[in-house]
């Protein structure tokens, strides 16, 4: 007589262990994308309706990777703590906080309850991971000069994203606390990186499209500082957009080696920078310049298109189980 083998998990539990956090980059993205396509809406004057539709998407799709990861810490705890102990995948948690500030960015001009819900949660939490990353790299016993890759940006410069919904919420003190951390980190961090890119081994090819988070901080504090500085774009403001717009120039110039890369979840690391340097460059066409007017259309295309191929490459990979495996 034959007996049956024991059970084994099923498929769809075990994908749950090995659910990634850097799914949340796809929130940012897409949450980038709406911002991009309202302030489109005001200078260029495309349709409303594009930027409120994916605003809303993209809070479905942060509802959707949430509830996916909370059932794995539900069901996988010690998975998420080995996440979590991982020194490159550890700077993607705070991927979650900054998603609800973007959040707040994206509705507060309609839903100002909502979007304080979002950012009051959002500050707070990305605080807290502030901390937790930093006290992490102070007291490390395991990290090297080759972990350190872009990615180290997202816990500690992500603080400059709180002032851009954060002077219509709490008193402006607040914003400063968290932008003047963001900025003077980023120089810091921007040191190590550079040191570990121009004298080290390259990038592996997994974290290779994270060079792009390159353009973020300089585009995002640009955001900010206009918020904090009454609109006005001075002499510091011209600077930050202008290394953003170098930083852009520069991976555009190596456009190639990008193309060539296999898609990785990573991969969504092009988004959001692209989205923060195409709202910048609408700031300053909303001044009146004929040039960023041009340049404006350009990005916004290259956005576009690039978001919805990273959205069709992730679903195509979702459907063939390769988002959800282990590494």
Known sequence: MTHPSPATPSAPHSRLAHYPIPLFATVMGTSGLAIAWKKAGHVLGLPAGIGLSLQWWSLILFVMVALGYLAKMASHWEAVKKEFSNPIRLNFFPAVSISLLLLAVAFVDAQAGLAYAFWIVGAALHLAFTLIVMSSWIHHTRYEIKHANPAWFIPIVGNVIVPVAGVNFAPVEISWFF????LVFW????????NRLFFHEPLPERLTPTLFILIAPPAVAFIAWLKLNGGQIDAFGQILYNVALFLTLLLA???LRFFRLRFFLSTWAYSFPLAAI???TLIMAERGSGFFFGLSWLLLIVL???LL???LRTALAAMRGEICVPE
């Open 304 to 306: 576009s298109l690039v």
């Open 187 to 194: 120089v810091v961090l921007l040191t190590i990186v550079m």
């Open 179 to 182: 932008f003047s951390i963001g």
């Open 253 to 255: 110039s190596n456009a």
């Open 278 to 280: 195409t709202i910048a």
């Open 309 to 311: 191929l990273l959205t």
